[in-house]
């Protein structure tokens, strides 16, 4: 094994290591342990953390690690590998054995550390201890690693073991080949396969929600709604090639239109829901047109800047105290009126069946728009702008066109989410939300719509899912957009670049051999 292999291994010891720390010092350690320990029926406390919680997040530490090293050198032998991630266990481990020999200082001093860091309190500081006397905690922390790290590179080696190998390969074959036998059927059966797909999805979609509950209901109805922000969002961003970030602006706007036409207070119109719906997409699609005309010109940072004021400047009039009378200012509007059919007003169930039927519509907007010519010049625009121009392609108006398309997907989103909660205020259209939808698609993949519905579920759904990590739910973004840009910068689900079909190549080989295609025919 020579000296580079062994100072990548230490190096990745030294990472894993700076990561565990940061995690202890947190206090993310026991939560993250619990919430492993969760479906094997594990009930965490919710005073004292556990020594179960702290050795499951020091195993998934030490296999991560020594997986990783043990990766690294896939073109080594299985004896190197494993020396690796010995490597890498033992680094891991020096970093855990001497975190717990400097809380058995302070627990044998007495010193308190909550005044600087407070999660360090003393049960915690016993747990990450295993509560153990102090020369065995040191080694049992260096031991778990060492031990983890190791099982990880031999897991590497089992994975890519002969036999595994070839059972690998026959089963993804054999599904690959089932699949493509679907796809590549006669007529008949092809009809038979889309029927029997999208009724599994229909029925799906009618039974779970009365199933789910109503807060299941109230999450999956949330995702549902972010998904169509970004999709709205990805026509501006993902298609069009323009840096909004003001976008939660358009959704306040369905959002009040729907308030200030449909509630009580303060102007008692009462005009319903449906013309409400329509009036707020329409509203906002019109927002977009006036804001896109004055800056058109824009690209890049500018237009971010500008549309980060227009949405900023938004929120601040809506909060304002001068406009109590119209928009009920801080406090919002209340007692929004919901949808009726034939008199009866909408449950949650019925509310998630909206949001499914407006997800459908977005979708077969944005495919149908994506595909078309229009979207063709936005992806022209979005690649070259300058160069869209020269080929003939009204850049100003695809423009304008995308961010009120765009908008209006932002107004029936708001409109919806107004109803539903019956309220609205300017709280919930900050800087943040418009952070989030952009996230969103980030994360998922620009330009795609499987990509929109997988960053919805990632970051709307999952911290819902996870409710024991609020807490920690923009380190998680923040995480997860550096992990992104590192390894999947064009996201979870990377836009696929469109493509024309080519005619045969065979004529364009005649000619080039000097022989016109009709005296190759003839040949």
């Known amino acids: 094994m020579n000296e580079k292999i062994r100072k990548q291994s230490a190096n990745s010891g030294v990472v894993f290591g ?77 970093f855990g054995a001497g975190l717990v020999a400097l809380f058995q200082i302070f627990l044998a001093n007495k010193i308190n550390l909550r005044d600087y860091l407070v999660a360090l309190s003393f049960p915690f500081m016993k747990a990450c201890s295993f509560k153990l006397p102090a020369l065995l905690a ?11 790290s190791v099982l990880g590179g031999v897991l590497v080696d089992l994975w890519n073991l002969g036999p595994v190998v070839k059972g690998r390969t026959v089963t993804g074959s054999t599904v690959k080949g089932w699949f493509t036998s679907l796809r590549s059927g006669s007529p008949t059966k092809k009809l038979i396969t889309t029927i029997i797909f999208y009724a599994a999805i229909f029925g799906l979609i009618v039974l779970l929600p009365m199933k789910w509950g109503s807060y299941w209901n109230y999450v999956f109805g949330i995702v549902g709604l972010y998904v169509i922000l970004g999709l709205g969002l990805n026509i501006i961003v993902g298609l069009s090639g323009q840096l909004v970030l003001g976008y939660i602006a358009f959704f306040a706007i369905g959002a009040y239109a729907m308030a200030l036409l449909n509630a009580p207070f303060p102007h008692n119109l009462m005009l319903g829901f449906w013309p409400s719906l329509v009036v707020a997409v329409i509203l906002a699609a019109i927002t977009g047109l006036i804001l896109g005309l004055p800056i058109m010109r824009l690209r890049g940072d500018y237009l971010a800047i500008v549309t980060l004021g227009f949405g900023e400047i938004n929120r601040i009039l809506l909060k304002s105290d001068l406009h109590t009378s119209f928009t009920g200012a801080p406090r919002g509007i209340q007692n929004i009126q919901g949808p009726t059919i034939f008199g009866r007003a909408f449950t949650d169930v019925d509310y998630m069946y909206l949001i499914v039927l407006a997800v459908c519509l977005a979708i077969y907007v944005y495919g149908r728009l994506q595909h078309s010519r229009t979207g ?31 908008a209006a997907f932002a107004g029936l989103a708001g409109a919806i989410y107004a109803a539903r909660n019956q309220f609205t205020g300017p709280d919930e ?16 993949g620009l330009g795609n719509i499987p990509g929109a519905l997988l960053g919805a579920f990632a970051l709307k759904g999952l911290p819902e899912l996870l409710r024991e990590v609020e807490s920690y739910r923009m380190l998680a973004f923040g995480a997860l957009l550096v992990v992104m840009m590192l390894s999947r910068p064009e996201g979870l689900i990377p836009s696929q670049r469109p493509t024309l079909e080519l005619p045969d190549e065979e004529p364009a080989v005649a000619v080039s051999e000097g022989k016109s295609p009709a005296e190759e025919k003839h040949e």
């Open 18 to 94: 700076i990561v565990y720390l940061f995690c202890v010092l947190i206090s993310f350690n026991t939560i993250l342990g619990g919430l492993l320990l969760k479906p094997f029926g594990y009930k965490a406390s919710s005073t004292t953390p556990a020594v179960p919680e702290v050795i499951t997040f020091l195993v998934l530490i030490g296999l991560w690690a020594g997986i990783s090293a043990a990766r690294s050198q896939r073109e080594q032998s299985a004896k190197t590998r494993l020396l690796a991630s010995t490597i890498t266990g033992v680094v891991l481990g020096l």
């Open 138 to 148: 040191v080694l049992a922390n260096f031991g778990t690693f060492l031990g983890a």
């Open 376 to 406: 063709r010049a936005w992806l022209a625009i979005r690649e070259d702008e300058t160069v869209a121009r020269a080929t003939g392609v009204n850049t100003a108006r695809n423009k304008l066109l995308a961010l009120m398309i765009g």
């Open 429 to 444: 259209h900050s800087l943040m939300a418009s952070i989030n939808v952009l996230c969103l698609i980030i994360v998922g």
